[in-house]
């Protein structure tokens, strides 16, 4: 069973910055892509950032310039990077895992809070 566990989420000033991690029980390369999303306080879950089987990437227009998503094939893991945060970054962000196969996979969440 595919497993995601997120780390890194914490409290920040705005103009901070985070790292986020995503560590996956099995392999991320044999994926449609990972992705990490985020979720506020009466609002949808959205895409944040995504990065595809073969390293293309794409972000959410209120992230592009300021969060950064990468992996570590070697370790499993899917990293975001975080700068410049502002109070409406507030959210919990989770990690997704999608397989060829159409499963879709969620961590648990990391909560990432900003203060102005």
């Known amino acids: 069973q595919v497993q995601l566990v997120e780390s890194g989420g914490g409290l920040v000033q705005a103009g901070g910055s985070l790292r986020l991690s995503c560590a996956a029980s099995?392999?991320?390369?044999?994926?449609?892509?990972m992705g990490w999303y985020r979720q506020a306080p009466g609002k949808q879950r959205e895409l944040v950032a995504r990065?595809?089987?073969?390293?293309?990437?794409n972000y959410a227009d209120s992230v592009k310039g300021r969060f950064t998503i990468s992996r570590d094939i070697a370790q499993n893991t899917v990293y975001l990077q975080m700068r410049s945060l502002k109070p409406e970054d507030t959210a919990v962000y989770y990690c997704?895992?999608?397989?060829?196969?159409?499963?879709?996979?969620w961590g648990r969440g990391t909560q990432v809070t900003v203060s102005s």
């Open positions: 990065i595809t089987r073969g390293g293309g990437t």
């Open positions: 997704n895992k999608q397989d060829p196969d159409g499963s879709n996979y």
């Open positions: 099995g392999s991320i390369f044999s994926t449609n892509g």
